[in-house]
């Protein structure tokens, strides 16, 4: 396998970075950059997404293999792995890459992300994953929270350029997959609380109840999450799981009611059910006066 040696730079060049991938994210990533100063070099599959930025200094390339001709450090923003590997995985592009690193912020699994870094290893390409777990609006604020994984002296190299996003840059670990395992933990969190989140808007106003009305009392429910957390890490890790004030089988009488009122107004409560029947599991396998975090140990048994 070909080393990933890099590309020198001289200590007077401006710093440049090749953005591929200009959805909503690519481009405000791309515009973070040009804030910075940066000298950013941008394309995508389809022309005409960069104009904007052309507008305010980027550098618009004719072809993915131009694009990451032009800097060290090329961040690839697209929908998925699969996309990305339409793009970097082009014998044009790949060959352009030799000696520099990608660092793709494109949201995918943890085993697309060991399967880029041994196709890059082949490539002397070198490759750091991230993640980005903030809107596009965060993005060159100090708001913005990127995640990062892969080898470390790759990411002190090119940690400058990233700090130009704004936020806060965290590296998670040589391995690879690290940063889309975060990812896809937090993705599920994100989603499933959005899912209840809608659920209980539709079930609300089968109720007659606006979402105006509820919002006071929901971000009531949101601002419990951050302590519940907190002592959730301390009993999942270990292991203690005590339903001290609030057990499984309590828990359970809740969750059924919201399926009861949900499917007597004809909105689906699948979720929900599923929720209670992974309750009523452990409470079956002797854990009733166990608290919820018992359940990540009995969704995860085989
Ligand atoms: N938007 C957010 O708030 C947010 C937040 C966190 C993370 N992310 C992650 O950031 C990444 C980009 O998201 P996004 O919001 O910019 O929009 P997106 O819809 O996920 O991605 C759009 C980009 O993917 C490109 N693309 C799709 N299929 C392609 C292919 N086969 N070959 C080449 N390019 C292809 C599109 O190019 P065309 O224009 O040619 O279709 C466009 O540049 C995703 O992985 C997403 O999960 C987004």
Known sequence: MPAHTEQPITATAAPTVTVLGLGPMGRALAGAFLDAGLRTTVWNRTPGRDAELVARGAIGAGSAEEAVAASA????CVVNYDASDAVLRSPAVTDALKGRTVVSLTADTPDRARDTAVWAAGHGVGYLDGAIMTP???IGTPDAVFIHSGPEDLYLTHRPVLDALGGTHTHLGEDIGRAAAYDIALLDLFWTTIAGYTHALALARA??????????FAQGIAAILPPLFEAGAEETDSGRHSGEGNPLTSAVSSMAHVVHVSESHGIDASVMRSAEGVARRAIG???GTDGFTRLAEVLGRR
């Open 285 to 287: 396998l002797g854990h």
């Open 73 to 76: 450090l090329t961040v690839v």
């Open 207 to 216: 109720e007659g109840v606006t979402a105006r009305e509820l919002t006071p």
């Open 136 to 138: 596009t609006t965060t």
